[in-house]
Nanobody, 116 residues
Framework: EVQLVESGGGLVQSGGSLRLSCAASGFAFDRYGMSWVRQAPGKGLEWISHINWNGGSTVYAESMKGRFTISRDNAKNSAYLQMNNLKPEDTAIYYC?????????WGQGTQVTVSS
């Protein structure tokens, strides 16, 4: 069974940091690119960042550059999103996504709430 399980969300004050984790199982994790996507209350999905299969290439949405860092550990079948200098507008449900060709898997999401 394919599973992506996000963790690490929570309530943090503005300016604080969180590190989200995405634990994968049931598929060949080290073949898949990994992305993080978020959905703020009442808004659509917003793409945050992508990392390729071996971590050698990363890309970010312009608004996230310098504050968010994506990484992965293929030995642990996990991907991460380090978020620094969080702002109230970062409040959202954060999802990880595994993608390889036409295959795409999603986690259930983890809530991040940033208080002002």
């Amino acid at each position: 069974e394919v599973q992506l399980v996000e963790s690490g969300g929570g309530l943090v004050q503005s300016g604080g940091s969180l590190r989200l984790s995405c634990a994968a199982s049931g598929f060949a994790f080290d073949r898949y690119g990994m992305s993080w996507v978020r959905q703020a209350p009442g808004k659509g999905l917003e793409w945050i960042s992508h990392i390729n299969w071996n971590g050698g290439s990363t890309v970010y949405a312009e608004s996230m550059k310098g504050r968010f860092t994506i990484s992965r550990d293929n030995a642990k079948n996990s991907a991460y999103l380090q978020m620094n200098n969080l702002k109230p507008e970062d409040t959202a449900i954060y999802y990880c996504n595994a993608n390889f060709g036409k295959k795409s898997y999603w986690g259930q999401g983890t809530q991040v709430t940033v208080s002002s």
